[in-house]
């Protein structure tokens, strides 16, 4: 098939939403879809040095880029906070645009709107009137109310953001039209689904927002020798929202009795802050931070820990929960949002979100449970491997594959000479390799 795809955050040299974009577009391409994928100019410098090292693997022509540049004066503003939601309106303009003259010479089949995944921005390929596949997005995740104190700068981070998504989903006919007009929404969580329903979309399926490279694996999951320190890990950029003070709170309510050290990884706009932190919560012989890490040792520490301890109060999930079930960690985790929806609940100990005491003090019992039962450790680790390889990126482009072929109606999308042959062609390397 032909496929154009919307990825305007798209690097295969970064993570998150850069990775995915740039994820979508290569793993399409592998399947042997001809692929048209506009993007900003941003990612160019991570796109073109992997195309041309590994470029010689597709077809000529398999996969081409269009880099669609706004004007300096919406660069400049970009900036600041919410001077993305400036570019990216006027990128997604703009990369409509160009997305028109190609359906004007290329009989594209369906359209994939990848990056960004936020459901209040929606997407202005709606517009091409081609089957539209939206998503994953997330973006109807809230952190709760009642843990306000635990997130630094919550007007800025939170209060502005929900009254942001307020105004367009509520303002913006755009985000509205998105979802009427696309074949399918792929929701990274419940919440988001639940909303997507509710603007009107037709069709919605559950689908996680990450994935990893067959590369992360290791043949099989790899197993750990109990000592007498549980060994914890967080990994994240030092963003409020990803609450570490919460699992400081959490850290220093567990028992006394109890042997364990967490590592920090991860630095961000609250790291000036971590030390004291630490110190605050009497912690300063049991938690290190490291701060920013090469990749290299992010995936050692993996290897090297117990457990992954993470408290984000908002999120759709995160790519750290895969790389460490992927490692056979067991996670402890909170029961909300993605985590809620995708963490196979044999795969660690999710607590409930309640108030800050009484999640912090289920935090606390997960980690003696842990330390104090080192023979479940393995079980767990197990069940998050198994999910994990459900989740590489092979998998997943399967998946999406098998959800589009669905949704393109056969006249439009097999119309021309050898359309059978074609389609049977494409269905047995579905088969073959999956």
Sequence with gaps: MNVLISAYACNPMHGGEDSNGFNWAWQTAQRGHRVWCITNPDGRAGVEPFMAEHGHELPAEQLQF?????????????RWQFGVYLHYMVWQFLAWRRARRICQEVEVDYVHHATYGSLQMGSWMWRLGKPLIFGPVGGAQRAPKAFRALIPGWFKTETMRNAIGWLLMTFDPNVRHTLRHASLVLAANSETATLARRLGARRVELFLDSGLPESFFLPTCPEREAGPVLRLLWLARLYPRKALLLVLDALSRVDKRVAFHLTVIGDGPLGPQVP??????????????????PWAEVQSAFLSHDAFLFGSLRDSFATQFLEAMATGLPIITLDHQGAHDF???????????????ATAEGLARAVEYLHDHPQVRPAMGQAGYAFARTQTWTARTYRLMKLSLAQVPPRQAWQAPGAAARLSQLTSAHVRTA
């Design 66 to 78: 269009f880099y669609v540049a706004v004007p300096a004066w919406v660069q400049f503003l970009h």
């Design 276 to 293: 004291g932190w630490i110190a605050q919560y009497g912690l300063t012989d049991r938690v290190t931070w490291r701060g920013a890490v």
């Design 343 to 357: 963490i196979p609940a044999a795969a660690g100990i999710k607590v409930p979100v309640t108030t800050p005491v």
